[in-house]
């Protein structure tokens, strides 16, 4: 992965949030959709700091050194990954997660454990009991965490 150095935040990162984009696997969300619905929402730009897509792409969206727009109470020292999916074709949250999904949000992390190796990986649920939803729809603490 390119990541370099100038784009290390001077910020503690003590937080990596994961997120789902809560679209159904007939609904493609790409990077494109993600930044207009962020826009419409009044963020500066898309949220997240990253961004995979259901084919495995990994897309750098908000610089690490920018403080993101994805965890109210969280995002000055946390980095955000979202992955498109999370809900099945009913809309129910589903851990909906390609093979492709999967094994770069374990390289991303893995990657970013080794710059912020202080860090904790939840999920966006996992922030806290007054966080009510069911993002992203797995339980990321276990499965990337410790
Ligand atoms: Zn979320």
Same mark, same amino acid.
């Given at each position: 992965?390119?990541? !370099?150095?100038?784009?290390?935040?001077?910020?503690?990162?003590?937080?990596?949030?994961?997120?789902? %984009?809560?679209?159904?696997? %007939?609904? %493609?969300?790409?990077? =494109?959709?993600?930044? $207009?619905? #962020?826009?419409?929402?009044?963020?500066?730009?898309?949220?997240? #700091?990253?961004? +995979?897509?259901?084919?495995?792409?990994?897309? #750098? *969206?908000?610089?690490?050194?920018?403080?993101?727009?994805? @965890?109210?109470?969280?995002?000055? #020292?946390?980095?955000? +990954?979202?992955? !498109?999916?999370?809900?099945? =074709?009913?809309?129910?949250?589903?851990?909906?997660?390609?093979?492709?999904?999967?094994? $770069?949000?374990? =390289?991303? +992390?893995?990657?970013?454990? $080794?710059?912020?190796? &202080? @860090? $904790?990986?939840?999920?966006?649920? &996992?922030?806290?009991?007054?966080?009510?939803?069911?993002?992203? *729809?797995?339980?990321?603490?276990? =499965?990337?965490?410790?």
């Amino acid at each position: 992965m390119d990541m !370099e150095a100038k784009e290390y935040p001077a910020r503690e990162i003590k937080l990596l949030v994961v997120h789902c %984009s809560a679209t159904r696997p %007939s609904q %493609s969300f790409g990077v =494109e959709q993600l930044r $207009r619905c #962020h826009l419409e929402r009044g963020f500066s730009d898309i949220g997240y #700091h990253f961004y +995979i897509t259901r084919d495995g792409t990994l897309h #750098h *969206c908000r610089p690490m050194v920018q403080v993101g727009a994805h @965890a109210r109470g969280f995002n000055l #020292h946390s980095l955000g +990954i979202c992955y !498109e999916g999370g809900l099945d =074709e009913a809309g129910r949250p589903a851990d909906t997660r390609t093979p492709a999904q999967r094994q $770069r949000l374990a =390289e991303v +992390i893995g990657h970013l454990l $080794r710059l912020f190796p &202080q @860090a $904790r990986v939840v999920g966006h649920y &996992q922030l806290g009991p007054d966080v009510h939803k069911a993002c992203p *729809c797995f339980d990321a603490q276990a =499965e990337y965490g410790e």
